[in-house]
C-alpha cells in the first residue's frame, strides 16, 4: 500500500493523463519525475506497490528457476546482484539505473513482447528507487496473497470479454476477479473473486450453463475457474502448471476449455476434476490462444514464435504449421472452413482447412507443370488492420468474426467470404478484448483503460458504458499540492 496521500494523488494525475492522452504512456521523462518529491518517493513500499508490479510484468522471464540474461527478480538482493548486464539498479539514483533505461523511452526493451508498462508503474518503479530502494519485504510476504480491493485506486485493465450466448450478460476480466454485468438493466455488477494474479481470458460455454476463468500468477502456477454465472458458485478448479495460462476457448460440448501456456503447449482442462488434463506441445515459445474447429475434432494455435498451427485432437498429432508471421499470433478463430490468425502484423490471415491439410496442386501441363506451394493455395489474405490486433471473437454460429485492437474502432467481417460487414469507431483504443452474442446481434469491447462498451452491431448503437468495478474518483483530476 501507498503510505499517505501525495503519492495517491499524483498517480491519479498520472493516470488521468494518460486516459486524457496528455502524456504519452510509453515515453517517461525527467520532467515527469518531478512530480514526486524525496518525501512521496519514501512513501512507496516494494512488498505492497513495486513487487506487484514486477511478478505480473517481469518474473515469468526473471525468476531463480527461468533467469533469462542470468536475471532473477525473485528477491530485492537478487535485483541488486543482477545478470549479465549487471546490477538492474543503484540505490538513491534511478537516472544511473539500468532498469530505468530498459522499460523506459518511446520503445522500451522490457517487458519483452509485452506492452509498455505504464507510466504510472515506471514512476512508480522509478520513485521507489529515488527514496533508497528500501526492502521492506519479508520471507512470507514475497509472493504476497492476492487481495482484491474493494474500491480500486485507479480503474484496471479489462484482459477479456465474453457475451452469454442469449446476449444478457457479459463477463468481463479484471485483474484478479470476473465482473458480471447484465447489458438490459441497471443491476449492479456482480464481482467473482479468484486467487489469480492475472486473469487473462474468460469465456462462457456454447450452452451458457459454465463461465470459465484463466489466467494464474507468473513462475507460480496457472489456474482455472469454472463458475456457474447464475449464482457465481465455483463448480470446479485446477491449478495447472509452474506460470499463467492464456486464452483459449471452450469446447464445443461445453466440457473441456482449451487454453495456452508459457511451456509451448496447448492445454485441454475438462471441468470434471477427476478427468485428466491433456497437453500439446506444438510451439517453440509461449502459446497465447487456442481455437477448437466446430467439430471438436482440433485446434488452431498461436503464439509468442509466430507459428500458426493445427493439430489433431484424437492424437495430439500436429497436422500442419500454417503460416510463419513476421511478429507474434495473439489471437486465433475458426470455422468450420476457415482458421483466422493475427497479431502484431496487422495482417489477417485466413486459412482454408480443407486445402491446408491437403496435397500441393500444380500448375500448366507436362513439361510446364510447376508446383504450385500449398501455402499460396490455402492463405487467403483479408484486408490489413490499422494497428496491432489484440483480440478476435466469433460468433456461436461462427459466421461473423470481431477483430480490436490497438486502435480506435472494431471491425466485423462475413467468415465465409471475409467481407468486412460492420465497423464500430470511436471506441476507447486500446481494446484488449471483443466478443460477440451468438448471434451476432451484439458486441462487447473491453479496454486498457478499463471501460467495458456493449453494441449493438447494427448501426453500432452504444447500449451500455460503464467501468465494471468502483473505482475512486475515476474522472477526476487530482492536482498534487
Not at 84 to 110: C, N, T, W, Y
Not at 266 to 275: G, Q, S, T, Y
Not at 296 to 322: N, P, Y
Request: with cysteine.
Amino acid at each position: 500500500m501507498i503510505k499517505g496521500c501525495p503519492v495517491l494523488r499524483l498517480l491519479l494525475v498520472v493516470q488521468c493523463a494518460l486516459a486524457l492522452g496528455t502524456m504519452d504512456s510509453q515515453h517517461v521523462t525527467l520532467a515527469d519525475e518531478a512530480l514526486l518529491t524525496a518525501e512521496q518517493a519514501s512513501r512507496i513500499s516494494f512488498r505492497e506497490d513495486v513487487w506487484p508490479i514486477l511478478n505480473r510484468h517481469c518474473r515469468g522471464c526473471h525468476t531463480a528457476s527461468d533467469a533469462k540474461g542470468g536475471l532473477s527478480l525473485d528477491t530485492v538482493a537478487d535485483m541488486l546482484k543482477g545478470g549479465a548486464g549487471g546490477p538492474l539498479f543503484a540505490q538513491g539514483k534511478p537516472d544511473e539505473s539500468l532498469v530505468m533505461d530498459m522499460i523506459s523511452g518511446e520503445v522500451p526493451e522490457m517487458p519483452k513482447k509485452q506492452p509498455a508498462l505504464s507510466v504510472a508503474k515506471v514512476q512508480l518503479i522509478r520513485g521507489w528507487i529515488a527514496g533508497g530502494a528500501i526492502d521492506d519485504s519479508t520471507e512470507s510476504n514475497t509472493e504476497p496473497v492476492v487481495v482484491i480491493p474493494q474500491t480500486y485506486q485507479f480503474a484496471p485493465s479489462v484482459t477479456s470479454i465474453s457475451l452469454s450466448p442469449d446476449g444478457k450478460l457479459v463477463a468481463a476480466a479484471c485483474r484478479s476477479e470476473v465482473v458480471l454485468i447484465e447489458v438490459e438493466t441497471d443491476a449492479p455488477p456482480r464481482r467473482l473473486p479468484t486467487a489469480c494474479d492475472l486473469l487473462t481470458h474468460v469465456e462462457f460455454s456454447p450452452d451458457g450453463k459454465l463461465l470459465a476463468a484463466v489466467g494464474g500468477s507468473p513462475s507460480r502456477s496457472g489456474e482455472i475457474y469454472f463458475f456457474n454465472p447464475v449464482d457465481g458458485a465455483i463448480i470446479s478448479s485446477r491449478r495447472i502448471g509452474h506460470d499463467t495460462l492464456f486464452r483459449g476457448s471452450f469446447s464445443p460440448d461445453s466440457t473441456a476449455i482449451a487454453v495456452g501456456g508459457t511451456d509451448g503447449a496447448a492445454h485441454i482442462v475438462p471441468v470434471d476434476v477427476n478427468a485428466a488434463v491433456r497437453l500439446f506441445p506444438l510451439h517453440s515459445d509461449w502459446v497465447l490462444d487456442v481455437a477448437w474447429t466446430p467439430d471438436g475434432k482440433m485446434l488452431v494455435t498461436g503464439g509468442r514464435d509466430k507459428a500458426t498451427k493445427i493439430c489433431s485432437i484424437e492424437d495430439g498429432r500436429l497436422l500442419r504449421s500454417a503460416d510463419m508471421s513476421t511478429e507474434l499470433i495473439g489471437s486465433v478463430a475458426c470455422t468450420a472452413d476457415f482458421a483466422f490468425a493475427s497479431g502484431r502484423a496487422r495482417t489477417l490471415n485466413g486459412y482454408e482447412l480443407k486445402i491446408a491439410l491437403s496435397g500441393i496442386g500444380v500448375t500448366g501441363a507436362g513439361n510446364d507443370a510447376q508446383p504450385v506451394t500449398n501455402r499460396d493455395q490455402y492463405v487467403k489474405a483479408m484486408e490489413s488492420q490499422p494497428g496491432d490486433v489484440l483480440d478476435m471473437g466469433t460468433s456461436l454460429d461462427r459466421k461473423l468474426l470481431a477483430i480490436a485492437g490497438a486502435y480506435a474502432e472494431v471491425r466485423i467481417y462475413k467468415t465465409d467470404d471475409r467481407q468486412r460487414v460492420a465497423l464500430i469507431g470511436m471506441v476507447p483504443a486500446p481494446i484488449n478484448a471483443v466478443a460477440l452474442s451468438a448471434d451476432g446481434v451484439r458486441l462487447a469491447i473491453g479496454s486498457r483503460h478499463g471501460q467495458v462498451q456493449i453494441y449493438e452491431v447494427a448501426g453500432g448503437k452504444l447500449l451500455k458504458s460503464l467501468i465494471p468495478v468502483p473505482v475512486a474518483n475515476p474522472r477526476e483530476t487530482i492536482v498534487v499540492k
